[in-house]
């Protein structure tokens, strides 16, 4: 099987997965999940899924959330196999995709920086006044 097939069949595998969190799960624990990546296995046997859950930054709340897909897991594959035209459909595995919530943590470490190199300027510019008085 060709790279490029597994790459369109995750592709799909994204978008119909997407639709269904959307318009399907409605468990108050997921909170707003997204499907931020799929990884299909070259012999099509297998998913790894990447979700992500908007309001859920306790580890306990996304070990819940992940709980809740991980069961959902036999519901989806069956919603993906009425989708998609395949003869079989990949065995979904669920992860908890960390790298949208390291990038906000790296942006607010970046703007902490900023902001204090700011008051250390600020404090520069008033030390270098006071010199030439």
């Known amino acids: 099987m060709s790279q490029a097939r597994a790459n369109r069949v995750a ?22 999940a997204t499907v931020s990546a799929v990884e299909v296995s070259s012999d099509l046997q297998n ?8 309001g859920k930054d306790e580890k306990e709340e996304i070990e819940e959330a992940l709980e809740v897909v ?11 196999a009425k989708e998609m ?9 669920f992860f ?3 790298s949208i919530q390291e990038g906000q943590r790296m942006t607010s470490l970046i703007e902490k920086a900023r902001s204090e190199d700011k ?12 010199d030439h008085s």
């Open 119 to 130: 008051k250390a300027a600020g404090k520069q510019d008033t030390s270098d006044k006071d």
């Open 47 to 54: 998913a790894k899924v990447f979700v992500t859950f908007l």
């Open 85 to 93: 035209r395949m003869r079989s459909v990949p065995a979904l595995r």
């Open 96 to 98: 908890f995709d960390k």
């Open 11 to 32: 592709d799909q595998i994204q978008r119909e997965l997407a639709l269904v969190f959307q318009r399907e799960m409605k468990d108050p624990r997921l909170g707003l």
């Open 70 to 80: 991980r069961g959902a897991a036999g519901f989806l594959r069956s919603k993906l």
